[in-house]
């Protein structure tokens, strides 16, 4: 079982310059967060960290495939994600630092960074907007045929009414 310690870095002790990290995320990860939209996957991550005198730069590279409900039939398929983002980490002991998506604060006396958080949000950026079998045959057919006979059909006579 992995826990949110398995993604840290203790970048105190490295010297300046590039670092790499590798990491595997597989379906005890997604465990870690409560109401989490994926729980299968299999995804390579690798981090690469620029240690310089004042900040962190570190850029995610992620690769693999995790499990989805397709939006049209609701069975599961497997969805190919890959991703590359970046992050900045500075350091300061400001009550309240100006944070944004890219841009982390963390206090002066910190050793090391999590990146449980930010891996499962970029695997989540990664995800396309549409969760759909690539082939409609690979959808499950009696859910199809259902949907068309519960779709709206448009009445063929016109209410006299109206016209």
């Given at each position: 079982?992995?826990?949110?310690?398995?993604?840290q870095i203790?970048?105190?002790g490295?010297?300046?310059?590039?670092?790499?990290?590798?990491?595997?995320i597989?379906?005890?990860?997604?465990?870690?967060?409560?109401?989490?939209?994926?729980?299968?996957?299999q995804?390579?991550?690798i981090?690469l960290?620029?240690?310089k005198?004042?900040?962190?730069?570190?850029?995610?590279q992620?690769?693999?495939a995790v499990?989805?409900?397709?939006d049209?039939?609701?069975?599961?398929?497997t969805q190919?994600v890959?991703?590359?983002?970046r992050q900045?980490?500075?350091?300061?002991?400001?009550?309240?630092?100006?944070?944004?998506?890219?841009?982390?604060?963390?206090?002066?006396n910190?050793h090391t960074?999590e990146i449980?958080h930010?891996?499962?949000?970029?695997?989540?950026?990664?995800?396309?907007?549409r969760?759909?079998?690539?082939?409609?045959?690979?959808?499950?057919?009696?859910?199809?045929?259902k949907?068309?006979e519960?779709?709206y059909q448009k009445?063929?006579a016109?209410?006299?009414?109206?016209?």
């Amino acid at each position: 079982m992995v826990k949110l310690k398995d993604f840290q870095i203790a970048f105190s002790g490295l010297k300046l310059g590039s670092h790499q990290f590798e990491f595997q995320i597989e379906d005890s990860f997604f465990q870690l967060f409560e109401y989490a939209e994926l729980d299968s996957g299999q995804i390579n991550a690798i981090v690469l960290l620029e240690k310089k005198s004042s900040m962190l730069e570190l850029e995610f590279q992620i690769r693999g495939a995790v499990t989805l409900a397709c939006d049209t039939c609701t069975d599961n398929y497997t969805q190919s994600v890959e991703g590359n983002f970046r992050q900045i980490v500075k350091f300061s002991d400001i009550a309240e630092p100006e944070e944004t998506d890219e841009i982390i604060i963390l206090p002066t006396n910190e050793h090391t960074l999590e990146i449980a958080h930010p891996l499962y949000e970029f695997i989540h950026l990664s995800l396309p907007s549409r969760r759909a079998h690539p082939n409609e045959v690979d959808c499950n057919q009696d859910v199809l045929k259902k949907l068309e006979e519960l779709a709206y059909q448009k009445p063929e006579a016109k209410d006299p009414r109206w016209s």
